[in-house]
């Protein structure tokens, strides 16, 4: 709709954006890194931040990066998850058959990584939401990763989730397994200048080359949002319909202000 009245050769802000036209700020550069080498290394990594931060889209950045002859990437993301249905999971995405009983499944994951492991392949399991991880299913997870004992690791593993999950693993029950993180890292929102960077990335990518928010707009933005890019990607994509709808052709703070109580509060 407003994309004609802007000169946008394509929607701006979208979910949808090619992993190479990211903006790539410091953090990002350096989560990508640190998880690369718990990749290389079969390592254990923890990665938290708020709603929104763009650990997802690490992840989906790496994934396009990761060669598909040496890694086998397999993700996980489900709220109710189990010991029983975490190993179907991996089964299914391996393409084997999946099992009723549960040690069975999870004997037969063993097997699957062994395998890999012994062709050169590294198995990278990734459990998103993993702040949604009951304590059984955290301890099924140290019993993986405790491969014959701790004297190989075949595979790598990595927990995303939000804040509480690098909270939680502080608790003395979870010692045992906050012990085996190789890589813990927390992603958080941008800062000022990176909030004005992504925008204008964005906007770029999708074919704009002219300023369209001023600075107190960005001002604005940055305030309400804490950096956080979904929440910039959502405030800006409701002030470019309001600029529309109104015939601005500049996105000013007065708009931005008028949008956050509106759309909002």
Known sequence: MYESYYGFKKTPFMRSIDTKELYQHQDFVEVKHRLKYAMEKRTFAVITGPVGAGKTTVLRCIREELNNNIYTYIYISQSALTPKIFYNEI??????????????AKLMVN???????????????????????????????????NFDMDSMSPLSLILVGQPELRQRLKLRTLEAIAQRVMVNYHLDGLNRPGTEDYILTHLKVAGLGTPLFTDEAINEIFQYTAGIPRKINNLCEKCLLEGYIHEKKLIDDILVKRVIKNEFE
């Open 91 to 104: 089964l299914k995405q391996l393409n084997l058959n999946t099992v009723y009983a549960k040690p069975e």
């Open 111 to 145: 097997k699957a990584v062994l395998s890999m492991f012994n062709a050169n392949k590294i198995p990278v399991i990734v459990v998103d939401e993993a702040h949604l991880l009951s304590d059984a299913m955290l301890e099924e997870i140290r019993f993986l990763i």
